[in-house]
């Protein structure tokens, strides 16, 4: 069974720049995930699809980040413009649904660079 | 706020010996936890999970016991094997306002097996 398929798997960009980050999840799996991952911390949520519907998005700095799944499978993230804090790793994970005992198979993540 | 934590974030073992890694949770409501490993450069990968009618579940040399009364889970591993360095987490599927689950992690258990 195929994983979670990320790309580019490095970027650097300087500040002010723009980023997008491409994300196919599991075959079948109707729930993706973004989550940003700081050096040193856990992943935090930036946002939750269910098909192409967005389920959270509470956490995403909207004035900079966008994302879209608008067939329901692949996904992108965006950052216009970055700023150096946004330097972190950028993971999409996928699950079937998004019920209590759901879990997570994440891909490699994207590792992005901001000077 | 983070609604998983972990005690220590270095947990440093010798090959052979048995690793003891902990994660304290403040939602009473809280009932289904999950521990990921992440190998440096990927993303987390599912380990074992539990749910909150269990005290105890065990899987292939790792245990995850759950203490209600206190909060506190640890994941225990067995004969530890220098595969077995990663950063480890400890996360929770939280209810959101959507009435779906969001799946929140802690900061990280790093534990380095030395040969």
């Known amino acids: 069974e195929a994983g979670v398929a990320q790309s580019p798997r490095y970027k650097i960009i300087e500040k002010r720049q723009s980023v997008a980050f491409w994300c196919n999840p599991i075959s079948g799996h109707a729930t993706l995930y973004w989550y940003q991952q700081i050096l040193g911390q856990g992943p935090k949520l930036l946002i939750q699809f269910q098909n192409n519907g967005v389920v959270d998005d509470s956490q995403l700095p909207k004035d900079r980040f966008s994302a879209e799944r608008l067939k329901g499978v692949d996904s992108t993230l965006k950052i216009q413009p970055a700023k150096l804090e946004d330097s972190a790793v950028y993971l999409c994970?996928?699950?079937?649904?998004?019920?209590?005992?759901?879990?997570?198979?994440f891909g490699s993540g994207t590792q992005l660079s901001v000077l | 706020g983070e609604s998983v934590g972990l005690h220590l974030p270095t947990l440093s073992v010798q090959e052979g010996d048995n690793s003891i890694i902990n994660c304290a949770y403040s939602n009473s409501a809280s009932d289904y936890f999950i521990w990921y490993k992440q190998e440096s450069g990927k993303g987390p990968q599912f380990i074992i999970d539990?749910?909150?009618?269990?005290d105890k579940r065990q899987g292939q040399r790792v245990t995850v016991l759950l203490n209600k009364t206190v909060k506190h889970l640890s994941l225990q591993i067995a004969a530890t094997q220098p595969g077995d360095s990663a950063v480890y987490f400890c996360?929770?599927?939280?209810?959101?306002?959507?009435?779906?689950?969001?799946?929140?992690f802690g900061r990280g258990t790093s534990l380095i097996v030395h040969p």
């Open positions: 539990i749910r909150s009618n269990m």
């Open positions: 996360a929770e599927n939280m209810g959101s306002s959507g009435g779906s689950y969001i799946p929140t």
């Open positions: 994970a996928s699950s079937i649904g998004t019920g209590r005992n759901e879990k997570l198979f």
